[in-house]
């Protein structure tokens, strides 16, 4: 047990209580499908019209959450092209995030359908793929991302490529995908 993990039950809870589509990504899936590593945050990926993002942060705060007030009022931001809203939970003094990315693209919705069953921190929940996960770091484009690529590259195996040069075509992020894929494939022999 970490101490993300009663912020990610909890809200696996939420999205299956209001019946809300979802899927776990960032670090705590690359735990799932790669190698554990810290993180400090939850994120996930939710099917969720805009007009009825005050329920969730009504929910999310009968939970015990705060909404920070620019979220409350209405305001998403973006992050790597991807509308995202946040609440936040105190954890042994430390502030963490919940990171709800709003599934408003093509992309995204397709993300939401490959969706997979996991065990994660003791509870059955959807996961992003590990297809999906790595396109998803592509698009941060983080040095931390690109280690948690070669790794869930290491892991998993054989992945769909075709699916993956597809989105990263239509993403943009081509050369970063192929360059992982070398090294990967260099890291193996």
Do not use: C
């Not at 009825?52 to 959450?65: E, H, I, P, V």
């Not at 995204?108 to 770091?137: C, T, Y």
């Not at 040095?143 to 992945?159: A, T």
């Amino acid at each position: 047990m970490t101490d993300l993990t009663v912020p990610f039950r909890e809200f696996v809870d939420i999205f299956e209580g209001m019946q809300i589509p979802y899927v776990l990504m960032g670090g705590m899936a690359v735990a799932a499908h790669g190698l554990p590593r810290p993180t400090h945050d939850v994120d996930f990926t939710i099917s969720l019209p805009r007009e009825r993002l005050s329920d969730l942060y009504q929910a999310a705060t009968k939970a015990g959450y705060t909404v920070p007030e620019a979220f409350e009022g209405g305001w998403v931001d973006e992050v790597a092209g991807m509308p995202l809203v946040r609440v936040q939970t105190w954890v042994r003094g430390k502030s963490v995030d919940i990171d709800l990315f709003l599934a408003e693209s093509r992309y995204q919705r397709e993300l939401l359908n490959r969706k997979v069953r996991v065990q994660v921190e003791g509870l059955e929940a959807w996961l992003v793929s590990p297809e999906d996960l790595i396109l998803l770091k592509l698009l941060a484009g983080r040095p931390r991302d690109y280690g948690d690529i070669v790794d869930i590259l290491f892991v998993q195996g054989q992945l769909d490529e075709s699916y993956l040069r597809h989105w990263s075509a239509a993403l943009g992020v081509t050369d970063r995908l192929e360059k992982a894929l070398r090294d990967s494939k260099e890291q193996s022999l």
